[in-house]
Nanobody, 123 residues
Framework: QVQLVEFGGGLVQAGGSLRLSCAAS????????MGWFRQAPGKEREFVAA????????YYADTVKGRFLISKDNAKDTVYLQMNSLKPEDTAVYYC????????????????WGQGTQVTVSS
């Protein structure tokens, strides 16, 4: 089993920055992929970014590329999402997720989820 806990959401003005953290516990993470997803009211959950523990490869949705940065701290089993130049359309509940296997952007392919943290960007 894997337990994931997110931290760092909040309210920020457009153009501002936030950093989300996802602390993982349970099984070892050498072969995990860790992803961030978000879900706005009335919309489907969508892929934001992912990082893979073994090689450190990263992937981003086109909507956040160049503004968001995903990183990891192996010693702390923690994944971060640095969000810069935030826009009102980034407002959503952000979820951390984990999976074994190759990269995918489909939420259903991730078997472990955190509880989510709200990010609100005001205009």
């Amino acid at each position: 089993q894997v337990q994931l806990v997110e931290f760092g959401g909040g309210l920020v003005q457009a153009g501002g920055s936030l950093r989300l953290s996802c602390a993982a516990s349970g099984r070892t993470f050498s072969s995990y992929g860790m992803g961030w997803f978000r879900q706005a009211p009335g919309k489907e959950r969508e892929f934001v970014a992912a990082i893979y523990w073994s090689g450190g490869s990263t992937y981003y949705a086109d909507t956040v590329k160049g503004r968001f940065l995903i990183s990891k701290d192996n010693a702390k089993d923690t994944v971060y999402l640095q969000m810069n130049s935030l826009k009102p359309e980034d407002t959503a509940v952000y979820y951390c997720a984990a999976r074994f296997g190759v990269h995918t952007t489909f939420p259903d392919d991730f078997g472990f989820w955190g509880q989510g943290t709200q990010v609100t960007v005001s205009s």
